[in-house]
């Protein structure tokens, strides 16, 4: 590119910049409906989720963290953080001592009141949807003043999911059970996991009146009879075989089909993460459901 067309590129990119920046002090409100004052962009974070933890490096802020919790694992400049334990046995004193001037955490293990009372800077939340990563990748890229990056990785994971649609148009969607442990618990339409199920040309054998995470009758699953089963517990020592030797089950199509798919470590987190990798979860599921187009 030639220095008379770089200066007005480098200059619109500027302005870009300047419509996305964040303004502070800013005030947030976290899925726990607590108000949250930043003021200023936070240079110390610590992330108690591994999603949040993918989420805040695909915003180009990996820099900032200070510390992570036990299970995150990606991307690996994140390894060497200090461990802090995990949203239901967090080592306080350790997170304290970071000094951190912001704490992502869920909203379910009561991490965020526990921070409150000590003075620390906390939001609490964790995307159950589709539509709830894209908002809070916004919300995140605004506390972070990455709201221009955040624009950008919204849109292509909207991208990636549309491209694998466009790719199964008018294909025959086979039946899928994704089994998340040998309970066996699986995932309802209406979660991230299931919508991903469904983006990836899938119909899920359970139903939305069954919830989000439900454990499943195994007699249910031979009723169904699925044409294949994702097994996101393989990485803690459920196989194939371990599926076939079930009462009734290994006359199941997934199984006489050879389409009983064991998830390695890293595929299992890719799918169970409700963050920046929602894309390759789709295209890691249609793959599976479709071998034939991907």
Same mark, same amino acid.
């Given at each position: 590119?030639?220095?008379?067309?770089?200066?007005? &590129?480098?200059? =619109?990119?500027?302005?870009?910049?300047?419509?996305?920046?964040?303004?502070?002090?800013?005030?947030? %409100?976290?899925? =726990?409906?607590?108000?949250? +004052?930043?003021?200023?962009?936070?240079?110390?974070? %610590?992330?108690?989720?591994?999603?949040? +933890?993918?989420? &805040?490096?695909?915003?180009?802020?990996?820099?900032?963290?200070?510390?992570?919790?036990?299970?995150?694992?990606?991307?690996? /400049? &994140?390894?060497?953080?200090?461990?802090?334990?995990?949203?239901?046995?967090?080592?306080?004193?350790? $997170?304290?001592?970071?000094?951190?001037?912001?704490? =992502?955490?869920?909203?379910?293990?009561?991490?965020?009141?526990? #921070?409150?009372?000590?003075?620390?800077?906390?939001?609490?939340?964790?995307?159950?949807? &589709?539509?709830?990563?894209?908002?809070? =990748?916004? +919300?995140?890229?605004?506390?972070?003043?990455?709201?221009?990056?955040?624009?950008?990785?919204?849109?292509?994971?909207?991208?990636? $999911?549309?491209?694998?649609?466009?790719?199964?148009?008018?294909?025959?969607?086979? +039946? %899928?059970?994704?089994?998340?442990?040998?309970?066996?618990?699986?995932?309802?339409?209406?979660?991230?996991?299931?919508?991903?199920?469904?983006?990836?040309?899938?119909?899920?054998?359970?139903?939305?009146?069954?919830?989000?995470?439900?454990?499943?009758?195994?007699?249910?699953?031979?009723?169904?009879?699925?044409?294949?089963?994702?097994?996101?517990?393989?990485?803690?020592?459920?196989?194939?075989?371990?599926?076939?030797?079930?009462?009734?089950?290994?006359?199941?199509?997934? %199984?006489?089909?050879?389409?009983?798919?064991? #998830?390695?470590?890293?595929?299992?987190?890719?799918?169970?993460?409700?963050?920046?990798?929602?894309?390759? /979860?789709?295209?890691?599921?249609?793959?599976?459901?479709?071998?034939?187009?991907?």
């Amino acid at each position: 590119m030639s220095r008379r067309l770089l200066v007005p &590129v480098v200059a =619109l990119f500027l302005q870009v910049g300047a419509v996305f920046a964040s303004s502070y002090p800013l005030t947030v %409100v976290d899925e =726990l409906g607590h108000e949250l +004052t930043l003021n200023a962009a936070p240079a110390r974070v %610590v992330s108690m989720l591994p999603s949040h +933890t993918e989420s &805040v490096c695909a915003l180009g802020a990996c820099e900032s963290l200070v510390g992570v919790d036990r299970a995150s694992n990606y991307p690996a /400049a &994140v390894s060497a953080l200090p461990r802090l334990g995990d949203g239901f046995a967090p080592d306080l004193e350790a $997170i304290v001592a970071l000094e951190p001037d912001l704490v =992502l955490v869920d909203e379910y293990g009561g991490l965020q009141e526990s #921070l409150a009372r000590l003075g620390v800077p906390v939001y609490a939340g964790s995307p159950q949807t &589709v539509a709830e990563t894209y908002a809070f =990748l916004s +919300t995140l890229g605004t506390m972070l003043d990455r709201e221009a990056q955040a624009a950008v990785l919204v849109g292509r994971l909207q991208g990636e $999911i549309a491209g694998v649609a466009a790719v199964l148009r008018g294909v025959s969607a086979p +039946t %899928v059970f994704v089994e998340l442990d040998p309970t066996p618990y699986s995932v309802g339409p209406g979660s991230f996991m299931g919508e991903l199920v469904s983006a990836a040309g899938g119909t899920n054998i359970v139903t939305a009146a069954m919830g989000d995470f439900p454990q499943v009758d195994p007699e249910f699953v031979v009723l169904q009879d699925p044409q294949v089963i994702v097994l996101t517990d393989a990485p803690f020592g459920v196989s194939v075989a371990d599926v076939a030797a079930r009462p009734g089950w290994g006359g199941l199509r997934a %199984v006489t089909a050879g389409r009983v798919y064991e #998830l390695d470590v890293d595929q299992a987190d890719i799918l169970s993460r409700s963050g920046p990798r929602l894309g390759q /979860a789709v295209r890691l599921l249609a793959t599976l459901f479709h071998p034939d187009k991907f």
